[in-house]
């Protein structure tokens, strides 16, 4: 796993909006830091509750935005990558029936490489949510399974983030080229069955009804929170993930 110093190396290369928030979530964790007096929950005080959980949030983010918001970060992960929509599953398998695979390729790469442009911009939003933590959610998160942070922010930022992203993928999606790989994939599926009728009883799916930008959101959104899942799935199971000293006491006590 990558350490938190390559991490913040990797983010510091990004754009001004998000270095800002790497400023919020530096203040968020290098304050009240004290040793615990118990090795269980009750013992820890409020300010240590707020900070470790302040921590592991502010780790996980790092981490999936640095692992998706670059060059191939959906596409080459598997466990976001975002597949062709369901609405146009029939149009893949008339492509690949007609060895046109490629078009069908090369727009579900359009979409992943439209979401990685997205992905950065969560930085804000997710800092937020941070700061608004109470004590009530900090001690529901300790106290909960292992992916209770992330179910935490999806909670709190969905709305938010959704809101923040559409717009950024509608310019990425043009960026990335989704638009045209569309109208190419399915012009070709539409010759081709004017010619030999490869789709059979299939319709094919006017552009108006599919909306990419929507799909490609969603599916960017559930990636950020897969990979601060995972994240702190190995904050919680594993010592070595916990590279400070405020994760260390906070998640050594919760685990106890």
């Known amino acids: 796993m990558k350490t938190f110093l390559v991490i913040t190396t990797l983010l510091a290369s990004l754009t001004i909006s998000r270095a800002g928030f790497l400023d919020q979530l530096q203040a968020l964790t290098t304050t ?40 191939d970060g959906f596409l080459t992960n598997l466990n976001v990558k975002i597949p062709m929509p369901g609405k146009l599953k029939s149009v893949e398998k008339a492509l690949r029936t007609i060895k046109q695979e490629k078009l069908a390729d ?26 608004q933590m109470t004590i ?10 292992n992916n209770a942070a992330t179910e935490y922010f999806r909670r709190t930022t969905q709305a938010n983030l959704y809101a923040k992203f559409l ?41 108006e009804d599919m909306d990419i930008d929507a799909y490609v959101t969603q599916k960017a959104m559930d990636g950020l929170f ?31």
Not at 32 to 58: C, F, H, P, W, Y
Not at 116 to 128: K, M, N, Y
Not at 174 to 192: E, H, L, R
């Open 32 to 71: 009240n830091q004290s040793v615990l007096t118990s090795s269980n929950l009750a013992g820890l005080s409020q300010d240590q509750m707020i900070q470790g959980l302040k921590e592991a949030l502010g780790k996980g983010v790092q981490t999936a935005i640095a692992s998706l918001g670059r060059n």
């Open 106 to 131: 090369e727009f579900v790469d359009t979409l992943n490489h439209a979401a990685e442009q997205a992905a950065p911009e969560a930085a804000g939003v997710f800092s937020d949510s941070i700061q």
């Open 136 to 145: 009530a959610d900090a001690k529901a998160i300790l106290a909960g399974t």
């Open 167 to 207: 717009p950024i993928v509608k310019v990425a999606t043009g960026k990335a080229g989704v638009t045209a790989a569309y109208k190419n994939m399915m012009s070709k599926v539409a010759v081709s069955s004017q010619v030999s009728g490869p789709l059979g009883s299939t319709e094919l799916v006017k552009p």
């Open 226 to 256: 897969t990979m601060v899942a995972v994240e702190e799935k190995q904050i919680r199971e594993n010592p070595v993930a916990r590279t400070t000293a405020v994760l260390k006491q906070v998640f050594g006590a919760a685990a106890k």
